[in-house]
């Protein structure tokens, strides 16, 4: 059984920490440690994968892109123990459809292991020509 992260203490102030990520939109790696630094940056790839994938799937789109136009991207630690972490995430991105262009933020919560990186919880991405 694997412990529950939200039992453990917050490990970050609830701040948006710099985030290193691919918005091409590269899969991400399970962290081999659970630093507060590599569970962040798990959770922004995760989310720019999902993004990505999303904008680039829908045939509407004249072009899109995940990056900070909108919103610095950042992350922070909510808990963190020895197996698990929970990570809230935020990243920008944009599409242009037909003669609009839209910004928009996304946030989520991750679950990070050694094993995965989970979505939790967040809006879908439903861009919307």
Known sequence: MTADPTTATTTDEPEWNPVDYDPAGSPPE???????????????????????????????LRQYGVAGYTVQPGAYVIARNDTAALVRVRLGYSYECGASIADAVSRATYRVTTDAVTRIEGPTVDPAC
Do not use: K
């Open 30 to 60: 399970p962290p081999e440690r659970l630093t507060a630094e590599a569970v962040r940056n798990a959770a922004a790839q995760a989310e720019a994968t999902r993004l990505y994938d999303r904008l680039s799937n829908s045939s509407e």
